[in-house]
């Protein structure tokens, strides 16, 4: 038991390194940080927001949201208005949506090169679903 346990986390770690590895050299095509793809792909999904939602969405602070857009207005990736209530909305300019769609492109190419067939799929997602839930028990005891 305990070696399959041990093979368990070893492919999960090593699965999540390599996934973290394409992400940081897809992140260097465009000079960006991790965290900043992050801000593309919600104001992409969302196509626009206000700061209150971006924390809500990043699940993270005022200060670090407001460092993000900071920089990314300096590279010309998002851009700020108002909407018709007079409040701040950010979305993507066009060099930001271009990396949206080119990352959206890049992502479907990767999982049509490493996705199981849907029963396959399926059955993955099912026992993982439900070790989440099982180790969420755990930790939380």
Same mark, same amino acid.
């Given at each position: 038991?305990?070696? $399959?346990? =041990?093979?368990?986390?070893?492919?999960?770690?090593? !699965?999540?390194?390599?996934?973290?590895?394409?992400?940081?050299? /897809?992140?260097? %095509? &465009?000079?960006? %940080?991790?965290?900043?793809?992050? +801000?593309?792909?919600?104001?992409?999904?969302?196509?626009?927001?206000? +700061?209150?939602?971006? @924390?809500?969405?990043?699940? #993270?602070? *005022?200060? +670090?949201?407001?460092?993000?857009?900071?920089?990314? *207005?300096?590279?010309?990736?998002?851009? /700020?208005? &108002?909407?018709?209530?007079? *409040?701040? !909305? &950010?979305?993507?300019? $066009?060099?930001?949506?271009?990396? +949206? /769609?080119?990352?959206?492109? *890049?992502?479907?190419?990767? @999982?049509?090169?490493?996705?199981?067939?849907?029963?396959?799929? =399926? /059955?993955? &997602?099912?026992?993982?679903?439900?070790?989440?839930?099982?180790? #969420?028990?755990?930790?939380?005891?």
């Amino acid at each position: 038991m305990l070696d $399959r346990f =041990e093979e368990f986390t070893y492919l999960i770690s090593k !699965i999540n390194k390599e996934i973290q590895r394409i992400k940081l050299n /897809e992140l260097k %095509k &465009y000079g960006l %940080k991790g965290s900043q793809m992050e +801000f593309i792909h919600y104001l992409g999904k969302h196509q626009e927001l206000k +700061f209150k939602e971006l @924390c809500e969405v990043l699940n #993270s602070d *005022k200060a +670090f949201v407001s460092r993000t857009i900071n920089d990314l *207005k300096a590279k010309n990736i998002i851009l /700020e208005n &108002y909407n018709k209530d007079k *409040k701040i !909305i &950010y979305s993507l300019d $066009r060099k930001g949506l271009a990396i +949206f /769609e080119l990352n959206i492109k *890049k992502t479907k190419q990767i @999982c049509n090169e490493v996705y199981l067939d849907d029963l396959k799929s =399926e /059955e993955l &997602y099912t026992s993982l679903r439900e070790l989440a839930n099982k180790l #969420s028990k755990i930790g939380d005891k």
